[in-house]
Each structure stands twice: as C-alpha cells, then as structure tokens.
C-alpha cells in the first residue's frame, strides 16, 4: 500500500521555526512531482511549495515566498518543508501532495494525498 505520511507539525511561536516531513511510506518507484498544500479553518487549500521530481524547480505560494523552502531527498522518498520566520497566519492543517505517481510495483497513481499535520502558530 503506497500512503504519504506528513510528521512534525506542532506549536511554534511567531517568528520560530519548523519542518515538516512527509514520506512515501510504500514503494514508490517515481513521482513527476510533489509538494505542499495547506488548509485554514475556514479557508480553501492553497498551494504552499511544489517541486520536480530531481528537486531542480520549485513554485512558492506568494504568502510564503522568501520565507518556506521545500526540498526532496529522493532516497528516502521524502520532500521535506522548512518554514521560517512563521507568521499567525500559517496556521493550518499541511498536507503533502504527490502527482503522477509509479510505485515499483509498476502500479500508477495519478495523485495522492497525504492525511496532513497541523502547524499552530500562536503566542
């Protein structure tokens, strides 16, 4: 079974830091891309970062620009976002995204989603 697990959400405080994780926690051969999303109370889901699959390009969601980066260790089957500097206002829910997705037992998934972790940015 191929899921993805998102890991390291928490409590931080304005201005702190935190990364979450997310992995491929079945036998993912490739995926064309990953990324991640978020969700407020409230509010629809939004793009927060997405890469490639070689990690050579990535898109930022303008809220988040100069501030969030995204990373991929393929390795491991992880994409990892670093958030700095966080803000009330990125509180939410996180999930990881992954498209075009062919797990080595030649079985192809056109999206999956994580069940996300949530990040509260409070005082």
């Known amino acids: 079974q191929v899921q993805l697990v998102e890991s390291g959400g928490g409590l931080v405080q304005p201005g702190g830091s935190l990364r979450v994780s997310c992995v491929a926690s079945g036998s993912v051969g490739s995926a064309n891309a990953m990324g991640w999303y978020r969700q407020a109370p409230g509010k629809e889901r939004e793009l927060v970062a997405s890469?490639?699959?070689?990690?050579?390009?990535?898109n930022y969601g303008d809220s988040v620009k100069g501030r969030f980066t995204i990373s991929r260790e393929n390795a491991r089957n992880m994409v990892f976002l670093q958030m700095n500097n966080l803000k009330f206002e990125d509180t939410a829910v996180y999930y990881c995204?992954?498209?075009?997705?062919?797990?080595?037992?030649?079985?192809?998934?056109?999206?999956?989603w994580g069940q996300g972790t949530l990040v509260t940015v409070s005082s």
């Open positions: 890469t490639t699959g070689s990690g050579g390009f990535t």
């Open positions: 995204n992954a498209r075009g997705v062919m797990a080595a037992t030649g079985r192809w998934f056109p999206e999956l």
